[in-house]
T-cell receptor, first 109, second 114 residues
Framework: QKEVEQNSGPLSVPEGAIASLNCTYS??????FFWYRQYSGKSPELIMF????GDKEDGRFTAQLNKASQYVSLLIRDSQPSDSATYLC?????????FGTGTSLTVIP | DADVTQTPRNRITKTGKRIMLECSQT?????MYWYRQDPGLGLRLIYY???????NKGEISDGYSVSRQAQAKFSLSLESAIPNQTALYFC?????????????FGPGTRLLVL
């Protein structure tokens, strides 16, 4: 079982819609969780992190964490074509970061 | 200037050659990491270092070695390159804070082993 699992997609949403990306993790000792965006051939760039149960909002992005269900999600409101990328979920266990394989998102104009 | 730099950005080499990938950072972070990324497999940890005297193997360290020359420099070597080491390699740094520790990535090195 992988430490962090994501649906690889592809996920397609129309411009202006809400994109919902999901992630589950296996290590209950994981302390914090991250969402990175990666454009093809480029390095991952941090969108946001969360470590407390509930929601955390930053602009058009909302991260949600449910530790009981070991579930993390990212909502992107008012999706734009520039949001088209692969989104990586990561969990920090304190010693290591574990990354999911990423979900490919396409926002259709 | 970029906080995390990697050299070279692209490299083509032949099977059996020894190559070194270099990473430098100006973020002042103690922790540094090397990952490789392959299509469909995500980011996999090769080695990590929490300070100059600390080196740890990651998930896929076989065929690789590292050197932490200074707080700001962390090099990855392929002693005898093989074609299945063809991948995109990323260096990352982090600040080691407990909950807010975040990894910051370099631009990557695209390696092709023929």
């Amino acid at each position: 079982q992988k430490e962090v699992e994501q649906n690889s997609g592809p996920l397609s949403v129309p411009e202006g819609a809400i994109a919902s990306l999901n992630c589950t993790y296996s290590d209950r000792g994981s302390q914090s969780f991250f969402w990175y965006r990666q454009y093809s051939g480029k390095s991952p760039e941090l969108i946001m992190f969360i470590y407390s149960n509930g929601d955390k909002e930053d602009g058009r992005f909302t991260a949600q964490l449910n530790k009981a269900s070991q579930y993390v999600s990212l909502l992107i409101r008012d999706s734009q074509p520039s949001d088209s990328a692969t989104y990586l979920c990561a969990a920090n266990t304190g010693n290591q970061f574990y990354f999911g394989t990423g979900t490919s998102l396409t926002v259709i104009p | 200037d970029a906080d995390v730099t990697q050299t070279p950005r692209n490299r083509i080499t032949k099977t059996g050659k020894r190559i070194m990938l270099e990473c430098s950072q100006t973020k002042g972070h103690d922790r540094m990491y090397w990952y490789r990324q392959d299509p469909g497999l995500g980011l996999r940890l090769i080695y990590y270092s929490f300070d100059v005297k600390d080196i740890n193997k990651g998930e896929i360290s076989d065929g690789y070695s590292v050197s932490r020359q200074a707080q700001a420099k962390f090099s990855l070597s392929l002693e005898s390159a093989i074609p299945n080491q063809t991948a995109l390699y990323f260096c990352a740094t982090s600040d080691g804070g407990r909950y807010q520790e975040t990894q910051y990535f370099g631009p990557g090195t695209r390696l092709l082993v023929l």
